[in-house]
């Protein structure tokens, strides 16, 4: 596995969002509708957060033949739009025979970290 893992998402949708409410069951309209955005007192329709921590799986799924995300450790520190670009990253923090602890963090378009923390992947033995 490498030690540095980064991939750039597609620009956020309304339908990705739509979806993922429809996966997540966390159907709050300020993640699908405008007007209801707008009257949290919100600029536009948010991302779940859980939908970006999501992604950060994509970091690792080549290497699901090696192992598997063990856990997550994460703060939300932004917002994510649509039409946002998110970029993934995750550097190699530790090493060890069993598993391997990376630091990870999302960024916008405007290199703003919307997410920090660590993930564990846990080697197959």
Do not use: C
């Not at 949708?13 to 707008?38: C, Q, V």
């Amino acid at each position: 596995m490498q030690e540095s893992l980064e991939t750039i998402l597609e620009p956020v949708t309304r339908m990705d969002l739509i979806k993922y409410s429809g996966a997540s069951g966390d159907f709050n309209p300020i993640h699908t509708i405008d007007e209801e955005a707008e009257k949290a007192g919100l600029p536009g329709i948010i991302a779940h957060g859980m939908w970006t921590m999501g992604n950060l799986s994509k970091l690792f799924t080549p290497y699901y033949d090696q192992g598997f995300i063990q856990g997550f450790q994460i703060r939300f520190s932004g917002m994510v739009f649509l039409q946002d670009v998110i970029t993934l990253k995750a550097e190699l923090n530790e090493a060890k025979v069993d598993y391997l602890d990376f630091n990870v963090k999302a960024l916008n378009q405007n290199e703003k970290v919307v997410l920090k923390g660590k993930v564990r992947f846990a080697k197959y033995r």
